[in-house]
């Protein structure tokens, strides 16, 4: 089945442009990168490296990150001239003479965006290493990985078809598209709908593999009968477990993943906890890229620019339909019950309630406003924007409830989503702006023109309590047992509480202050993010003591807070205000599962 990965490429061999990539010093976390140009641009080849990689959406300069360049032909050194940020370009050369550039960058992001090595381990993204060939980014390029001989020892593991020791690639787009794993790594193989699947796993850990390889299976087959095919010949997911981490990132054949060891099913463990079950939602929204965003793009992601912002409206359909489904096919391929789903959909919806952003940002301002909002968070951030992952996951949420009502259950969200594989997916053709909510109305046979200019173009809530109780389900609306409660069904709703309307951290000096919500109590004393609490009322601040003291009774309670604002001490008095009923709650009573949750 690996042979699957290995299948080589005819390509034109003459005007391939080359990569050679080493993990020359990895104590000091340098790979070198040699480019071979058999054709450089008469007037002088530009060089570029992206600023961004698609899938995360902020400027992220990986060219900071060269920190020696070099270029030579036949021998001699060749000038290059640096023309911004990100470009180089090297001097006018003789026709038919090729064209050599070395360069080191440096690697030590620790996530899946960027590029990383130490003498222990080493990853890349295209992006962050690999300088593209301005004007000849059509071209086919070869890529060799070059191991000194101490790390002879290391496995290399990436989805690009390799032949002759080397990795081939249609064009430049192609071979960015794909991360590499080095190094040390356990590996299993599996199918799912007749396409080989590889599973890497590096850093230290533990796990049960046949139970991982069983549930991952399980997602793979579930989602490519959900599509109805598979548009890869293989399927790679690169898995990097460490103390705490998470995070995950697409590509056309494989996926990044950054977990936490623990979140790994363990062979002593026989209930599925929650830290896995919350991984397998990353393996399933991620493995739903490879349909949505890879392939059912953005009209403006048609082609990518990597020189700068791409801007679209559209998030919240790319991103929030996947966060819809990734746990709902968990659903439906019994990886979870119907009361766990529940419990999931009950904090999203808790999660979007509970942010002042929800009711300042619509969708489509928060999918422009990404690269300068979502993606740079700072202590204003509930208060100023909505995610367009968890709100757009309940849109999904709603549309998929509206089609079902209006079309009688004749059709679903699904179908939208199979005419977008359909007429765009498999064409190439970008989604224009509307594009899905003509599609969403003409399945149900009703206008929904109202609803998608609240829900995407306005702030106004949702209908997911009348949508969801027309499915049998109970809405439980209460207010939050403590700072921990992310919403979920009580059988016994808490008694009356107060709130600040903050939310903190607990340090060595006390409590500090991450987040001051807009028009609450902590706002009202004048407290500020960033504030750590030492005392309340006489007495050293502690998350126990603050929540016990937000059970006392409303009238009377009135807190002395003494603070620390920078190295200025402070004496502030809050009152906390009565609790918002803002946490939800979901239940399915009886046996009668509605459709839409039922496994297939």
């Known amino acids: 089945m690996a042979g699957a990965a290995l299948a080589p490429l005819h390509l034109p061999r003459l005007i391939m442009i080359e990569y050679r990539i080493s993990p020359l010093r990895p104590h000091a976390h340098l790979f070198e990168i040699t480019l071979t140009i058999p054709q450089p641009a008469a007037a002088g080849q530009i060089l570029a490296l992206p600023v961004w990689i698609p899938g995360s959406y902020l400027v992220r300069e990986f060219a900071r990150n060269i920190v020696r360049i070099a270029a030579s032909s036949a021998g001699a050194s060749v000038a290059l001239t640096k023309l911004d940020k990100q470009r180089w370009q090297a001097e006018p050369l003789p026709e038919g003479q090729g ?88 590996e299993f193989w599996f199918e799912a709908g007749n396409r080989a699947h590889r599973f890497v796993i590096a850093g230290r850990h533990q796990l049960d593999e046949a139970r991982l390889r069983s549930d991952v299976q399980r997602i793979c087959d579930c989602q490519i009968g959900f599509w109805g095919d598979a548009p ?12 705490d981490g998470y995070g995950g990132l697409e590509h056309r054949n494989s996926t990044a993943l950054l977990c936490s060891r623990n979140d790994l099913p363990l062979p002593h463990e026989t209930s599925r906890k929650q830290a896995y079950r919350q991984f397998l939602g990353l393996v399933s929204h991620e493995y739903f890229h490879t349909w949505l965003v890879k392939r059912i793009k953005p009209a403006e992601f048609v082609p990518y620019r990597l020189d700068g912002e791409n801007y679209t409206r559209q998030l919240w359909l790319f991103e929030g339909v996947t966060s819809y489904y990734d746990d709902l096919l968990l659903l439906r391929c019994g990886l979870i019950s119907v009361a766990e789903y529940l419990e999931v959909l009950s904090q999203t919806i808790t999660g979007v309630q509970r942010n002042p952003g929800s009711a300042v940002q619509n969708l489509e301002e928060a999918s422009l ?11 204003n951030s509930p208060n100023a924007l909505v995610s367009y992952y968890t709100k757009g996951a309940l849109v999904a949420l709603c549309t998929d409830l509206l089609i079902r009502r209006h079309s009688g259950g004749v059709y679903s969200l699904d179908d939208v989503m199979r005419e977008l594989w359909q007429r765009f997916g498999k064409t190439g053709v970008g989604v224009p702006v509307g594009e899905f909510e003509a599609i969403a109305t003409r399945l149900a046979g009703v206008a929904l023109d109202d609803f998608f200019a609240r829900a995407l173009r306005g702030t106004q809530p949702l209908p997911l309590r009348e949508l969801l109780e027309e499915q049998g389900l109970q809405w439980q609306q209460r207010a939050a047992v403590s700072a921990r409660d992310k919403g979920g069904w009580l059988d016994s709703p808490p008694p009356s509480r107060l709130e600040l309307g903050c939310r903190w951290q607990p340090v060595a000096e006390g409590l500090k202050l991450t987040h001051v919500l807009s028009d609450s109590p902590a706002e009202r004393a004048g407290l500020a993010a960033g504030d750590v609490i030492v005392a309340i009322n006489g007495l050293r601040a502690s998350a126990e003591l603050l929540e016990g003291l937000l059970l006392a009774d409303v009238a009377a309670a009135c807190l002395a807070l003494h603070l620390f604002r920078r190295d200025e001490l402070l004496c502030l008095s809050a009152h906390p205000g009565a609790t918002v009923a803002d946490t939800i709650g979901l239940r399915l009573p009886g046996d009668d599962v509605p459709a839409i949750f039922r496994p297939v």
């Not at 890869?232 to 103390?243: E, R, S």
Request: glycine share 8%.
């Open 232 to 243: 890869f010949a293989d399927y790679h997911f690169l898995t990097f477990a460490v103390g």
């Open 369 to 379: 406003d990404a690269w300068v909002k979502y993606y740079r968070q700072d202590e």
């Open 99 to 186: 064209l050599t550039v070395v360069y080191e960058v440096y690697a030590y992001d620790l996530s899946v965006r960027g590029a990383y090595l130490d003498q222990y381990r080493g990853f890349f993204n295209g992006t962050s290493v690999f300088l593209a060939v301005a004007g000849q980014e059509d071209r086919p390029c070869r890529m060799r990985i070059d191991l000194p001989a101490e790390l002879a020892h290391w496995r290399v593991a990436g989805g690009l078809p390799a032949a002759d020791a080397a990795w081939q690639a249609d064009n430049y787009d192609v071979l960015i598209d794909h991360p590499f794993e080095l190094g040390e790594f356990r």
